[in-house]
Structures are given as C-alpha cells and as structure tokens.
C-alpha cells in the first residue's frame, strides 16, 4: 500500500477535525484528501507537535481551508485541459487554412506549368515553402507538431494529384 492511500485511510479512520465525541462532518473527496494530507503532516517530526494543541474550531478551518484548495486545484486542472482542448483546436484550424491557402498556390503553380517536369519541381518548392510555413505556425503547439507533417504531405499531395488528373 502506498503511502498516500494509507494517509488518506488514516485520515478517514482518525480525521483530524473529529469532535470529543467522534462525530465529524463528512464532507466529501476534498475533505478526505485534506484530512489525509494532515495526516501525513502528523507523522512528521517537529511538525505533527504543531497540530496537537489546536481548538476544535480552529481544527475544522484547517480542514476546510485545505480542502477548497484541493477543489480550486481541481478546478485548474479541468480549466488547463479546456485551455489546451482549445488552443488545439485553434491550431488545427490555422493549420487546414494554411493548408488550403497552399493547395491553392500549389494549383496556379501546376495549371500554369507548361511542362510536368516542371510542375513537379515547382510541387517540391511549394511543398518545402508549405513545410516551413506549417512549423512556424506549429512550433510553439506541441499538440499540433506532430501531425503537421503528416497533413501537409497527405494534403499537398492529394491536391497535386487532383490537379494533375483533371489537367487536360
């Protein structure tokens, strides 16, 4: 058993905030996760003597207190997932505009090519200018990075393809 499900079991078992006569307020995961951190504090030299001779009101606060940081911390951790949920999102759009933008340069660069060999050179240009574009849009979103290689190719090349194939 770790030492963080014994603290929170102790916790449980011993909580901090108890009344003389056992009785504590239930309280719900917060609670338990602070009771388990003073739990932890107790069994510590020269701190746990900090917390024996504390009021039953002053007890509960602690409690409380510590147990709406544990919530607000909660609250961060969805908001930061939200955060980069978003950013992501805003990256892939950025990326297909990007992308769409290039596709369209890549066909005036092949309709107006007299010449395939010369379309392909001018799709390997295009395709290196779409690379370098699509990392400088890319590189501070490491959520987006990785599949910026595999969109740019897949999409420069189908639409190279398409051009080339309807091309009279």
């Not at 058993?1 to 929170?8: Q, V």
């Not at 009771?35 to 409380?64: M, S």
């Not at 392909?120 to 959520?143: E, G, M, Q, S």
Request: proline letters at 2%.
């Amino acid at each position: 058993m770790s030492n963080a499900i014994f603290d929170l079991e102790s916790g449980m078992k011993y909580p901090y905030d108890a009344y003389e006569d056992g009785t504590v307020r239930q309280g719900d995961y917060a609670d338990r996760i602070a009771r388990g951190i003073i739990n932890n504090l107790c069994d510590r030299r020269n701190i746990k003597w900090g917390f024996e001779h504390v009021d039953q009101d002053v007890r509960c606060e602690i409690v409380e207190t510590l147990a709406t940081i544990v919530r607000e911390g909660e609250k961060e951790k969805l908001a930061d997932a939200l955060r980069r949920e978003t950013m992501a999102i805003e990256s892939q759009h950025e990326l297909e505009a990007e992308v769409a933008r290039l596709k369209s340069a890549l066909e005036k660069v092949l309709t107006t090519s007299g010449k395939e060999e010369q379309s392909f050179d001018d799709f390997n240009i295009i395709r290196y200018v779409a690379r370098k574009a699509l990392t400088d849009i890319t590189k501070n979103n490491p959520v987006i990075s990785e599949l910026r290689g595999n969109i740019a190719d897949s999409e420069i090349t189908g639409a190279k393809d398409d051009i080339l194939r309807d091309k009279p």
